[in-house]
């Protein structure tokens, strides 16, 4: 069952990156890029939770003439997740257990990391995560190679919780928050009338099918009701 749901987060995890690769504007490749990695962190706990690796076991790759030039892949999907002192980043790259420790190297600052893998499979890797969330203690942070993984363990310089992985992420989501959020609504020196219906009109905007029936139909009634009174008088 376990290994069902692996390959079928796989099979998506994969289907989304090509969908990233044809994307051409920015808020939709911010939108995949977190996807991909909400399903990377389920696709690595689940891995984790089938069968413990080794953290150090590293076979070394066998010497190979030189070659030409390797292309370089940059890499956008990876998981992560965090500890009090630990934010744990997880990236996916098959048979990076076989190649020897020097080629998988990261430069850190207290607001940025960079992950490089060299040769593996001819062709190179980079990661590159700017703006995080909160400082890091460089010092305190390393890396280890596990099977098909690589994990980066970024020291917290504070025992904050992180709600997201970098800034950009928190405005983004923070935006798209109070988009959903109703206008308030001023009640002072206003009329009562006029602040009802910004209500209604921020309600029918942001509503389903369903509330926008109900709030047209109000609006008739109210209406009807309004051209009855006038008759009468």
């Known amino acids: ?16 990156k090509v969908l990233l690769n044809q994307a051409t504007r920015k808020r939709v490749k911010d939108l995949l890029s977190l996807e991909i990695r909400k399903l990377e962190t389920e696709w690595i706990n689940l891995k984790e939770n089938i069968k413990e690796t080794p953290l150090d076991v590293v076979t070394p790759a066998p010497s190979v003439p030189a070659q030409k030039k390797r292309c370089q892949i940059k ?7 965090q500890s009090d002192k630990y934010v744990k980043v997880f990236v996916t790259l098959k048979d990076v257990q076989t190649i020897p420790k020097e080629r998988v190297t990261c430069n850190l600052t207290e607001k940025s990391m960079e992950l490089y893998v060299e040769d593996l499979d001819s062709k190179d890797y980079k990661l590159v995560i700017n703006n995080l969330l909160c400082p890091i203690n460089v010092a305190e942070s390393h890396w280890k190679q ?5 994990v980066i363990f970024l020291a917290k310089s504070e025992p904050t919780k992180w709600s997201h992985m970098t800034e950009i992420e928190k405005k983004f989501e923070d935006k798209r928050s109070n988009r959903l959020k109703p206008e308030s609504v001023e009640t ?46």
């Open 1 to 16: 069952m376990s290994n069902t749901k692996m390959n079928e987060l796989r099979s998506d995890i994969d289907e989304l």
């Open 75 to 81: 890499l956008n999907g990876y998981g992560w997740d």
């Open 146 to 150: 596990k099977t098909d993984m690589v």
């Open 188 to 233: 002072d020196n206003k009329d009562p009338q006029a602040s009802i219906m910004s209500l209604m009109k921020n309600m029918y905007e942001t509503g389903d099918d369903e509330m926008k029936r109900m709030i047209t139909k109000a609006f008739y009634e109210g209406q009807q009701k309004n051209k009855s009174n006038t008759v009468d008088l």
